[in-house]
């Protein structure tokens, strides 16, 4: 795996700091098992940083949000509330979640390449939100998704934080962008439907899982948190 720098700083910005980005950054592709390879630094007022990464996969070990199938049990390998902790926690619960959105993916995606043919289809929690990301795997798989909202891992502080009414920009974009395609149980809290629409940064994986295979996720660290249903395509807050 190669990565390229992709920079956008201000000319005042600190040489220090730079180097303190790109040196992490450098860290962080090592601990992925990459290498940085160069990139490409422009000006701007503001400072814009990021990587271009480029892989290779073999064909047999390449997962998709399609594949998954009528009773499979979905798993997921980080708490979600990212959004609303960094909106609405207090300073400790940010900075718990702030540690844990450092951590990579890697051992996650490990831990499924063990389950081997158990795994059916695999997609990551970002801006989508749960709701908006297990949608994406439920059209592709021509299934419904039920997500079970009592079994969710939450970051500290994000369900005080969606109960106060704590909701980010991304909130109303993932509501309207679902309409239609999520459905709510009467029984499922204000608070707890928030934190399903809520964006995430550097969230986990959501897998859908023959179910002979959870004690092996739960074993890696991953929550069963719903089940597949037989289509059409939709997702179900329970």
Not at 38 to 47: K, N, V
Not at 208 to 216: D, T
Request: proline content about 5%.
């Amino acid at each position: 795996m190669l990565a390229l720098n992709i920079s956008a700083f201000p000319e005042r910005m600190p040489s220090e700091a730079v180097a303190a980005i790109l040196g992490a950054a450098a860290e962080v592709v090592r601990e992925a098992g990459g290498s940085i390879a160069g990139g490409h630094t422009i000006r701007s007022e503001e400072p814009i940083f990021g990587l271009a990464v480029t892989g290779l996969v073999h064909p047999d070990r390449v997962w998709t949000k399609a594949g998954a199938r009528p009773d499979d049990v979905l798993v997921l390998s980080k708490p979600i509330g990212t959004g609303i902790v960094l909106a609405g926690g207090s300073a400790a619960e940010k900075a718990a979640a702030i540690t844990r959105m450092r951590g990579l993916n890697r051992a996650a995606a490990e831990a499924l390449i063990e389950l081997g043919p158990d795994v059916h289809a695999v997609t990551d929690v970002t801006g989508f939100g749960i709701g908006g990301h297990a949608w994406e795997m439920a059209e592709r798989s021509d299934a419904v998704l039920v997500v079970d909202t009592t079994r969710l891992p939450f970051y500290d502080g994000a369900l005080a934080a969606a109960a106060a009414g704590v909701r980010t920009g991304g909130d109303a974009r993932n509501r309207e962008h679902l309409a239609g395609r999520l459905a709510v149980a009467p029984s499922v809290a204000p608070a707890l439907e928030a934190l399903c629409y809520d964006p995430q940064t550097s969230g986990g994986l959501l897998a859908a899982v023959a179910p002979g295979a959870v004690g092996g996720a739960e074993d890696a660290g991953f929550v069963a948190v719903g089940h597949v249903e037989v289509g059409p395509a939709g997702v179900r807050l329970a």
